[in-house]
């Protein structure tokens, strides 16, 4: 299939007005991002993030006030992947002193309810989990099997049989589900996962990520500078930058505006940025290699029809690959859930900037460059 075969569009003739509109995008988007900042996930800000997901579709403002009574702090409550699923975040890691007690009464009254008079000794009582005893083994088992249907995960303390000891975990997720079983008993749930991570290890990942791309963008200069020449390798980062700051800007300007896209900065949008870099570089060599050709075939014509020659010549493919690969994206974006959202919204901003910067950015960097400097680009 052939699309675009015998175009002859003045690219750089036009390079001024998209480098304005460029500019515009990115100075927005960092104003924006100055103002109010990006909104990082979980694996990024610390806390922990649990996911209920539900049989029937509930009333979220529901289940925000719900959550809200049960003293977790600040916390952030919205859908998850549908109607019926659940993401409930939390600044704590595990539960808060304050909420133990209440924590504890809980068990207690759980256990005098369902068994009168069964006697019972805290022998442990952590931020993450109580220790009870009981009179016999058995008693232990029964107890161990009505808080676990309770919403409450347990454990025998030894799998010896003659164990009359139980370990009641106290987590934030079991916390939750033991509240609002009771308030949503029409509508069963499950716990589908619950992820912690510290505040440490969040700066610690913050900072691998912005390395991970930093070295990315050096080895690709390096890279550029022995293949082509140093014009090219500086165009070809200027352009990587360019997508990176661009999709940034949008994530920043778009937060909160579209309902149901997770725009989040996570590690999978971390891991979208790096496959954004090495689709636009690859998209860029391309177009550098035909305008390489060109130079050498007509040494005396202009750089800059050259360049022209160049693009127009590799425009279908840059097209025909963009649009298969955005058709694969926009599933993602429609079906891949939540989780996969941001991921996929980061790549569909990526392929398009990708496609965009090799021509408008890279290619007129390096007709900058020449025409600036007054150096021939010679191969």
Do not use: C
């Not at 304005?20 to 996930?41: C, K, W």
């Not at 859930?337 to 990526?350: D, H, N, P, S, T």
Request: no cysteine.
């Amino acid at each position: 299939m052939r699309l675009f075969e015998n175009i002859n569009i003045d690219f750089m003739g036009k390079r001024s007005l998209f480098f304005i509109l460029s500019g515009v995008i990115i100075l927005l988007g960092m104003l924006n991002i100055l103002i109010r900042g990006l909104a990082f996930g979980i694996d990024f800000k610390g806390g922990s993030e649990i996911a209920l997901q539900f049989e029937k579709p509930i009333d979220i403002s529901y289940v925000r006030a719900e959550v809200d009574k049960i003293g977790l702090g600040e916390i952030e409550v919205k859908t998850f992947g549908g109607s019926s699923g659940v993401l409930i975040r939390s600044e704590f890691q595990e539960l808060p002193s304050s909420v133990l007690p209440r924590v504890k009464t809980r068990i207690e009254t759980i256990i005098s309810e369902n068994f009168p008079g069964a006697q019972k000794q805290a022998t442990s009582f952590t931020n993450n989990s109580i220790t009870y005893e009981f009179a016999d083994s058995a008693q232990a088992t029964i107890i161990s099997n009505k808080l676990f249907e309770s919403g409450f995960e347990t454990a025998k303390v030894s799998e010896v049989p003659s164990n009359k000891g139980i370990i009641v975990r106290l987590g934030i997720s079991d916390w939750v589900k033991d509240n609002l079983t009771e308030k949503f008993k029409d509508n069963r749930f499950e716990v589908q996962k619950e992820d912690k991570v510290g505040p440490k290890v969040g700066q610690e990942l913050k900072r691998d990520a912005v390395i991970a791309i930093v070295l990315a963008l050096i080895v690709i200069l390096i890279y550029i500078t022995f293949r082509f020449k140093f014009s090219f390798a500086i165009g070809g980062v200027i352009a990587l930058f360019h997508d990176v700051l661009i999709t940034l800007s949008l994530f920043s300007i778009l937060y909160g505006v579209i309902p149901g896209l997770n725009l989040e900065i996570s590690l999978t949008v971390v891991a979208a940025f790096l496959t954004l870099i090495g689709y636009s570089m690859n998209d860029t060599v391309v177009v550098f290699d035909r305008v390489r050709e060109h130079l050498k075939i007509h040494k005396t014509i202009p750089l800059e029809e050259n360049i022209n020659r160049a693009i127009n010549n590799t425009f279908s493919r840059t097209i025909i690959t963009g649009l298969s690969t955005m058709f694969m994206i926009i599933v993602l974006i429609i079906f891949g859930g939540e989780v996969l959202r941001g991921f996929a919204f980061a790549l569909f901003v990526g392929m398009i900037t990708g496609t965009y910067s090799s021509i408008f950015v890279a290619s007129a960097f390096v007709l900058e460059y020449a025409n600036r400097s007054g150096k021939k680009i010679q191969f």
